[in-house]
T-cell receptor, first 115, second 114 residues
């Protein structure tokens, strides 16, 4: 069974641009969550989608948005990029909607660098 | 709000040494607790979990016990190997209504040397 696939693996963008990251969950998984990982802040929750609906949201500005399609694939968009958005963005999927009874499976991440 | 505190790294050990990585948490109610591991260049993998007080999670020789009285979930391994070198994250989630909104600690890097 294929794991969680994130594309692209690396991205370099300029301040002010926007970017879209993609995540394909494990087949059959309906929940997709996004996390931002930086050396200073560690891992921070961005949002979670379950059956195409956003179910949880972290404390990020509105420049960060996401969506989930009917096949459970998810995209994350960041508009008006800032230098501080440089990070590893991790996507995770799970079979059900809550990790306490259905573990999260993480992708290898997309490394975004903003110059 | 919820928070997880881990001991700072890096932790450097010789092969076959005993490992303890401390983790304490602050949360309302009864969260579920996890340890995740991240190998270089990869995403996180679930190492073990515990969903209620006094539960012991275990996997690949690693263990952690959910101690509600001390709000702790320390990770231990009796004999580490070079292949255990990675970053370890302690995390929690609320079992009801939490979905997959995990709160992570800052991570502890483990280096195991021959």
């Amino acid at each position: 069974k294929a794991g969680v696939t994130q594309t692209p693996r690396y991205l370099i963008k300029t301040r002010g641009q926007q970017v879209t990251l993609s995540c394909s969950p494990i087949s059959g998984h309906r929940s997709v969550s996004w996390y931002q990982q930086t050396p200073g802040q560690g891992l921070q929750f961005l949002f979670e989608y379950f059956s195409e609906t956003q179910r949880n949201k972290g404390n990020f500005p509105g420049r960060f948005s996401g969506r989930q399609f009917s096949n459970s694939r998810s995209e994350m968009n960041v508009s008006t990029l800032e230098l501080g958005d440089s990070a590893l963005y991790l996507c995770a999927s799970s079979l059900q909607g809550s990790s306490y009874n259905s573990p999260l499976h993480f992708g290898n991440g997309t490394r975004l660098t903003v110059t | 709000g919820d928070s997880v505190t881990q001991m700072e790294g890096p932790v450097t050990l010789s092969e076959e040494a005993f490992l303890t990585i401390n983790c304490t948490y602050t949360a309302t109610g009864y969260p579920s607790l996890f340890w995740y591991v991240q190998y270089p260049g990869e995403g996180l993998q679930l190492l073990l979990k515990a969903t209620k007080a006094d539960d012991k999670g275990s996997n690949k020789g690693f263990e952690a016990t959910y101690r509600k009285e001390t709000t702790s979930f320390h990770l231990e391994k009796g004999s580490v190997q070079v292949s255990d070198s990675a970053v370890y994250f302690c995390a929690l989630v609320h079992s009801t209504g939490g979905g997959n909104k995990l709160t992570f600690g800052t991570g502890t890097q483990l280096k195991v040397e021959l």
